[in-house]
């Protein structure tokens, strides 16, 4: 079993900072991608940002430019830092494990994230 504990989330003011962790552990022989995502109240789990394990990412197109996906192999460990926050980035963001080998998918159990004055 694997378990992803998400930290980070809170409130922010419009044009602030913060920085998600998710860390990864269990029964991991290894990781392949790792990948945030976000949920905003009556919206559909969107994509965010994710990376390979060979360090390939990919980003929402409306997000490019202010949201950075990292991620530490060592500590099994994902990071999304976000800039210029808007009220509109206010959701629950979810972290996303995909395992290597066994392509098993994992999700951690969301963060909050309000942007608001």
């Known amino acids: 079993q694997v378990q992803l504990v998400e930290s980070g989330g809170g409130l922010v003011q419009p044009g602030g900072s913060l920085r998600l962790s998710c860390a990864a552990s269990g029964s991991i022989f290894g990781i392949n991608h790792m990948a945030w995502y976000r949920q905003a109240p009556g919206k559909e789990r969107e994509l965010v940002a994710i990376?390979?394990?060979?360090?390939?990412?990919s980003y929402a197109d409306s997000l490019k430019g202010r949201f950075t996906i990292s991620r530490d192999n060592a500590k099994n460990t994902v990071y999304l830092q976000m800039n210029s926050l808007k009220v509109e980035d206010t959701a629950v963001y979810y972290c996303n494990v995909v395992l290597f080998p066994s392509a098993d998918k994992y999700w951690g159990q969301g963060t909050q994230v309000t942007v608001s004055s």
């Open positions: 990376m390979s394990s060979s360090g390939i990412t």
